[in-house]
């Protein structure tokens, strides 16, 4: 078997496709539950095309085909994707079809709106464990969860075998936390402390810092 | 005077390179606020390479001389840049020489979080206003600003001349939301909301959603 490997660009726009796919699934299922359709009608809505999703996610059709392509094609030309099976197909390329457990660290205003975000549960991630240095808040409940100490993280992290973290600490201490992170075996960091942190090659990290973004468009206005 | 346009990509390095030099310089000032330097050590500290810059932000030295020669080059050869001088463009590039007013729309988790955080102030930015239409915190205060309605949103965003909004509503409304920005005059939008949006072409977008950012990590785990 050949393994294809595919460029980092795709790969970035691939979640975007997935999150429109499942948003159209949710309305047809809307749909579904409040008119009555044929069986002709009901295939209709249960296809997309490069055209209809292009125009959801503001990228041309041609450039979805092109990307979809890369790990198979499984369009038809002519009657388009079937929105069930290329939502399967693309969890299962980003891995997603399956639940993956999160640490939040550092429970500030930040941590806590992200442990409480509604937005992950269906999109492959679970937030398990909440850490914090502060003596103040540690034993405090956020949801189901207990803030627990950062002392406790690597043999929690271990234990639980987590492997992403999503960092909220102040930017003064984001490259020991992450060190220790690492110790602990977390393979994927998503930064939210404003700042660039090293991490061994075996590592991911991804970046947000809503200054950089807005900075980012300042430059256009 | 001939205008050079920037590639898009290299706008995009332009804050993380901002953001770099400014945390060099805060912990130059905390050095030079507890020990005796002398004036070639300060100069030193002063000033940073290619190189430096390059190993914090995880960007090669070569690329960052490139881009930043795309606008003007003024590093010396053999002395490297001016920590301040280089801020000081940078910040003037990406129109960061001054404070934006921003505007958060939806008072949720994510919404508080926003408007407490303290990582805009010396980034170029001010919230100057939070709305929501839930009518229970519609009233209510966040910090210093109180929650006002989005029936007020046009009026009091034309009248403060808000140019850019971070958006933190549901997805089934964001849409809708986005157009009233529009109508409203906002010309940059941070999107929280967890769906593509649709904006005329004088109108920038950046989106902000965590689930995409660890989606596009565990595809490498």
Redesign the interface.
């Known amino acids: 078997m050949s393994i294809k490997i595919v460029p980092d660009i795709i790969?970035?726009r691939?979640?975007?496709y997935?999150?429109?796919l499942r948003?159209m699934k949710d309305k047809n299922q809307e749909i579904l539950s409040s008119q009555k359709l044929g069986p002709a009608e009901i295939k209709k809505l249960e296809t997309t095309s490069s055209q209809e999703l292009g125009e959801?996610?503001?990228i041309s059709a041609a450039q979805i085909r092109k990307d979809l392509s890369q790990f198979g094609g499984f369009g038809t030309q002519g009657t388009g994707y079937k929105i069930d099976k290329l939502i399967e197909r693309l969890s299962f390329?980003?891995?997603?079809n399956q639940v993956?457990d999160?640490a939040v660290i550092g429970a500030g205003?930040?941590g806590?709106?992200?442990t409480?975000?509604q937005?992950?549960s269906d999109?492959?991630?679970k937030i398990s464990a909440v850490f914090d240095n502060n003596p103040e808040i540690i034993g405090k409940r956020i949801g189901n969860l207990v803030i627990q100490s950062m002392d406790s993280m690597t043999g929690v992290v271990k234990n639980a075998n987590i492997?992403?973290a999503?960092l909220t600490v102040p930017?003064s201490v984001a490259q020991e936390v992450t060190d220790q992170l690492v110790d602990a075996g977390i393979?994927?960091i998503?930064n939210y402390a404003?700042?660039?942190i090293?991490v061994p090659e075996n590592v991911?990290v991804?970046y947000?810092?809503?200054?950089?973004?807005?900075?980012?468009?300042?430059?256009?206005?």
């Open positions: 790969v970035g691939l979640p975007i997935l999150r429109a948003y959801s996610v503001g390329f980003l891995k997603v993956w999160v205003d930040m806590h709106a992200l409480r975000y937005g992950f999109r492959g991630f492997a992403i999503m930017a393979k994927a998503l404003p700042i660039s090293n991911v991804q947000i810092d809503p200054s950089l973004h807005l900075q980012r468009m300042t430059y256009y206005l």
